[in-house]
Every structure is written in structure tokens, then in C-alpha cells.
């Protein structure tokens, strides 16, 4: 039986160079159209990125370089996806699109309190996609407190509630989902050319991690996380009208950079939970988290305190490692719901490490019984929606 070989990488920039770019009307590869190539054996596929004015005149581009990328590499499975980003300028751009920036048509005037909204880095069209009813961010402004945890078994219990729920790993730096939730399948495309999300404990899940593998170089950054975040959400098959979704999760990056904070601006979100773990330094970040959606106009549904105590091995009682109720008490002063706190249990870390969702083992621990209550009370405030929409830019006549 013949190996699987890995194709050349050169000699895929190559042949992709003899598909012409319509714009510059140089090479895909020279035009710098050839985005997050991954080559391996057997599979080959890449991005191309382009304005949302000029998604179809790049569409025929697109299948003329799936054509030749089937070619040259040999891959039996290959994938270019187009990316339509909206602000974005292409390939003629010198400097890569800036996703944030509102288009105000010229000549409008915006009234004062529209003005006073507008950053600079305000959304041109808040994402959601279709049929989905509420997208909702889990965050931290520090990394390691457990945010992939809590969206994983958050998504997870809101399943065992009885909600449609999807999950997003929109973490493009370190996509933990994949290991987290035991899958690492390569998600095909549908008829509609759109990706398929791979299917476990009861939630549709994509990850950035299914796309790249594991120990290719991560060269996601600023406008390409960007756009992958644009194609996680636009280019996945997430629901349909016959089938729609109620909730859909998403795991973020750690951090209030601008990265972060261009995430929180353009996905429509019902609403943000804050992850946090006790001690005096991850709370100063509970209100740099609180800070960031503020800012963003995202509605806090509540922040969990994760991590909150470790529980006496021979009586269960809690053992305060960190100090405890930190995170609480910074909730209410902030004016924001305290979700629950989530105990330490090597368990919990054990069955992250195997690829199970902790709380889909439906035991009756301490930290099964906090990831159900969270859930109910986010279900509940998303239910409720006594949630502030998120601000209009307002012309004026
Ligand atoms: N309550 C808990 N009890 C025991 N282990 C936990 C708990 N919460 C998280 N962990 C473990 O801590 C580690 C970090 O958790 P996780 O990856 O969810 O954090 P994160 O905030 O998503 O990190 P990153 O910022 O890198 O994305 C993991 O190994 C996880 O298994
Ligand atoms: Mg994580």
C-alpha cells in the first residue's frame, strides 16, 4: 500500500501562484491570498481572506485553488475557504484590515448619544449566526483559571437541561476544546460548502484546533484570529431552521487585549460570564474582565469563582486554599450576578485531561452540582431577558 505523503509546500505555494488573484492580477501566493496553508498528508487547505463587497468575485477563485491545490498536493482531503470579512480590504491592502471600525455612510450625521458610543473600534454588523438564538462569551482577563472548564461543562449542562448548545473554541492561540472534550476529527464540509461541527455529549462543537494541527505553527493573529472567529461562526453549519440552536458558547482567549476585545464587539453576545479564581490578583481581573464587556455594551450574565475551595479529602468540608468568596463579594460591588464556585477536584482535572465533560459523568460531586446550578441561572437570565440589547449606532435624517 502506497504512504501518505506530505506534500511540498513550495511546490503548493507554487502551482497556488498560477491562479491569479482578479484584483492585483498577480499570483494567489505573491497577492499574499494564501492564508493559514496547512499541508499534511493526506489533507491540504488554506483561507483566503477577502472584503465582504468582493466575496463574489472570489468565489470562482476559490474553487479554481481548490482545484489546483487537489492537484498538486495529492491530499484527498482539501479545503480552501473563502472569507469574506467585513471592513476588510483584501489582498491589495497594505496593512491588514482593521475588523473593528464602523462605516458610517457619508455625509450621515450620527446624533450625540450615538456619537458618545462610538470607539474606534466599534462593529460594523455584530455577528450571530442563523437560527441561533443566544451566543454567549465565556471570559477571563487572566489565563489558567479554568475558562475552557467552565464553557465546556457549562455547554454541556445546559445539554443535559434540555437546550440545543453549541460550543466554540474561539481560543485561536490554544484551542484546549479538542483535548477537553476527546475529539479531534477534521470537520467536512456540507453541500453548502459550509463546515460541519463535529458532534459529542449532546453539543455541536468547533475549534480552531480541528482546522490546524496540533504542533503546526499557530499564525493566527490579530485580523487572521479575527477572521477565523468570522468563518467559526459564519462558515459552520451551526443550525438550521429545522433544527434550531438555543445557546451557543463560546470559549475565548485570555486576556482584554485588543484581540479579546474586537471578539466582544463584533459576535452579536446575549451576554458574557466572567471566570475568575479567588485569590487578590484574579479578582483585580474580574473587574478588568467586567471592565472589557462594560465597554463593549455586552450584559454580564454573572461571574463564577472557580477554583474556590478544595474540599477536605476525609469530611468534604472546604478547605479555603485561595481565601474565599473573593469573587463574590467583587461581583456585587461590580453590580454583577455571582453565578456560583466551582470547587477544586482532581476529578475535574483528571476527566479534562481523558477528553470527558466532568459533568456529563452525571455524579452528584460538589463541582457536577455547581456547573448544573450555573447553568440553570445563565438559562435563566437569557430566558429572562432583562438583558440591555446591545447599542445602535442611530443616524440622524
Ligand atoms: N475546579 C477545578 N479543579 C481542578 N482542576 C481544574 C479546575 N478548573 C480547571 N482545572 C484545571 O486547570 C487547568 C486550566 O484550566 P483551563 O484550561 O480550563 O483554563 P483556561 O482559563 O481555559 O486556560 P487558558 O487561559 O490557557 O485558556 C486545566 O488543566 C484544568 O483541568
Ligand atoms: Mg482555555
Given at each position: ?48 481572506e ?18 489546483v ?5 495529492g ?142 505553527p499557530m499564525?493566527w ?22 433544527a434550531?440552536?438555543?445557546v ?8 482584554t ?27 483585580i481581573?474580574?473587574?478588568?474582565g467586567?471592565?472589557m ?14 477554583m474556590?475551595?478544595?474540599?477536605d ?17 467583587t ?26 465533560p466532568?459533568?456529563?459523568?452525571g ?13 440553570e441561572?445563565?438559562?435563566?437570565a437569557l430566558?429572562h ?12 435624517d
Amino acid at each position: 500500500m502506497a504512504e501518505l505523503s506530505t506534500p511540498d509546500r513550495a511546490a503548493v505555494l507554487a502551482a497556488l501562484d498560477r491562479v491569479r488573484d482578479p484584483k492585483s492580477g498577480r499570483g494567489l501566493a505573491a497577492a499574499g491570498l494564501v492564508q493559514a496553508l496547512v499541508v499534511g498528508p493526506d489533507r491540504a487547505g488554506f483561507m483566503i481572506e477577502v472584503a465582504a463587497a468582493d466575496a463574489a468575485l472570489y468565489a470562482p477563485v476559490r474553487d479554481e485553488a481548490e482545484a489546483v491545490l487537489r492537484k498538486v498536493s495529492g491530499a484527498g482531503k482539501v479545503q480552501v475557504v473563502l472569507t469574506a470579512a467585513a471592513g476588510g480590504t483584501g489582498a491589495s491592502a497594505e496593512r491588514p484590515p482593521d475588523p473593528g471600525i464602523v462605516r458610517v455612510r457619508r455625509g450621515a450625521r450620527l446624533s450625540p448619544q450615538a456619537q458618545a458610543q462610538m470607539s474606534p473600534a466599534q462593529p460594523t454588523a455584530a455577528l450571530k449566526p442563523a437560527n441561533v438564538r443566544h451566543v454567549v462569551a465565556v471570559a477571563s482577563a487572566k489565563g489558567g483559571v479554568g475558562k475552557s472548564t467552565v464553557a465546556l461543562n457549562l455547554a454541556v449542562a445546559m445539554a443535559m437541561l434540555g437546550r440545543r448548545v453549541g460550543l466554540l473554541d474561539a481560543d485561536v492561540y490554544g484551542p484546549s476544546i479538542p483535548r477537553m472534550s476527546g475529539l479531534d476529527a477534521e470537520p467536512e464540509l456540507n453541500a453548502e460548502r459550509k463546515l460541519v461541527p463535529l458532534e459529542a455529549w449532546g453539543l455541536k462543537i468547533m475549534s480552531i484546533g480541528f482546522l490546524v494541527d496540533e504542533g503546526a505553527p499557530m499564525i493566527w493573529r490579530g485580523p487572521i484570529a479575527s477572521s477565523a472567529l468570522n468563518q467559526m461562526l459564519n462558515d459552520v453549519a451551526w443550525a438550521s431552521e429545522a433544527a434550531p440552536m438555543d445557546v451557543l458558547v463560546i470559549d475565548m482567549p485570555p486576556g482584554t487585549g485588543d484581540v479579546q476585545l474586537t471578539l466582544a464587539q463584533r459576535v452579536a453576545l446575549s451576554g458574557a460570564v466572567v471566570v475568575s479564581t479567588p485569590q487578590e490578583v484574579a479578582l483585580i481581573d474580574v473587574r478588568r474582565g467586567v471592565a472589557m464587556f462594560e465597554k463593549t455594551h455586552v450584559p454580564i450574565l454573572g461571574v463564577v469563582e472557580n477554583m474556590a475551595y478544595f474540599p477536605d479529602p476525609s469530611t468534604g468540608e472546604p478547605i479555603p486554599i485561595f481565601g474565599r468568596g473573593g469573587a463574590k463579594t467583587t461581583a456585587e460591588a461590580l453590580g454583577a450576578p455571582f453565578l456560583g464556585e466551582i470547587p477544586i477536584e482532581v476529578a475535574l482535572r483528571q476527566a479534562c485531561d481523558d477528553g470527558r465533560p466532568f459533568v456529563a459523568d452525571g455524579g452528584d460531586s460538589a463541582a457536577s452540582k455547581a456547573f448544573l446550578s450555573i447553568a440553570e441561572r445563565v438559562l435563566d437570565a437569557l430566558d429572562h431577558t432583562s438583558l440591555k440589547p446591545p447599542p445602535r449606532i442611530v443616524f440622524e435624517d
